[in-house]
């Protein structure tokens, strides 16, 4: 099986654009989770969608925003973007999203804002 | 709130021997899941090991194994016979069991240590 596949590796933006961030998933898997990772904060959960629909969000604006289509691919978009927003945004999923499953995860997404 | 403590940014060891990461976590639950991530310069993260807190055996997977402390809120992660494959940033993570909810999302990571191995 293919595993997790985000798409672009790299993205460069400027502040006050927006950005979209792609995600498929394995094949079979349900759930998508987002995680965004930066030097100075490091991992922080961004949401979770299962069967099209967003089950948990952390702790970030409304400009990141996600969702997910019916073949479990997801996107992830931020609106907006700020310096801040630079990091490396990583997908990761799994069949169920249940507690006991395994997390499998991407390469991630280099954002650079500037 | 929950929070995850790698106290060792950096850490070496050289390639054979055996290399000792720390991990503390706090949480007021009983029921969670441990777990220790691989980040090579790839940028995956791997999963090395997870440890069920209502299990009193430590974990182990080949040359990975770890000491988990549950009073102490202690949970390190020992490699033995390092390789130079194991040059990576080691992450230790958290996550509530919410099997009520079935939601997994929710780890909570620590800010990991970077692992040198030396030839």
């Known amino acids: 099986k293919a595993g997790v596949t985000q798409t672009p590796r790299y993205l460069i933006k400027t502040r006050g654009q927006q950005v979209t961030l792609s995600c498929s998933p394995i094949?079979?898997?349900?759930?998508v989770s987002w995680y965004q990772q930066t030097p100075g904060q490091g991992l922080q959960f961004l949401f979770e969608?299962?069967?099209?629909?967003?089950?948990n969000k952390g702790n970030f604006p409304g400009r990141f925003s996600g969702r997910q289509f019916s073949n479990s691919r997801s996107e992830m978009n931020v609106s907006t973007l700020e310096l801040g927003d630079s990091a490396l945004y990583l997908c990761a999923s799994s069949p169920q999203g249940a507690t006991n499953e395994k997390l499998f995860f991407g390469s991630g997404t280099q954002l650079s804002v500037l | 709130a929950q929070t995850v403590t790698q106290s060792q940014p950096e850490m070496s060891v050289q390639e054979a021997e055996t290399v000792t990461l720390s991990c503390t976590y706090d949480t007021s639950e009983s029921d969670y899941y441990l777990f220790w991530y691989k980040q090579p310069p790839s940028r995956q993260m791997i999963l090395v090991i997870r440890q069920e807190a209502y299990k009193q055996q430590n974990a182990t997977e080949n040359r990975f194994s770890v000491n988990f402390q549950k009073a102490a809120k202690s949970f390190s992660l020992k490699i033995s016979d390092s390789q130079l494959g194991d040059a990576a940033m080691y992450f230790c993570?958290?996550?509530?069991?919410?099997?009520?909810?079935?939601?997994?999302?929710?780890?909570?990571f620590g800010k990991g240590t970077k692992l040198s191995v030396k030839p």
């Open positions: 993570a958290y996550r509530i069991d919410m099997d009520y909810g079935g939601s997994q999302g929710n780890l909570i």
């Open positions: 094949s079979g898997h349900r759930s």
């Open positions: 969608y299962f069967s099209e629909t967003q089950r």
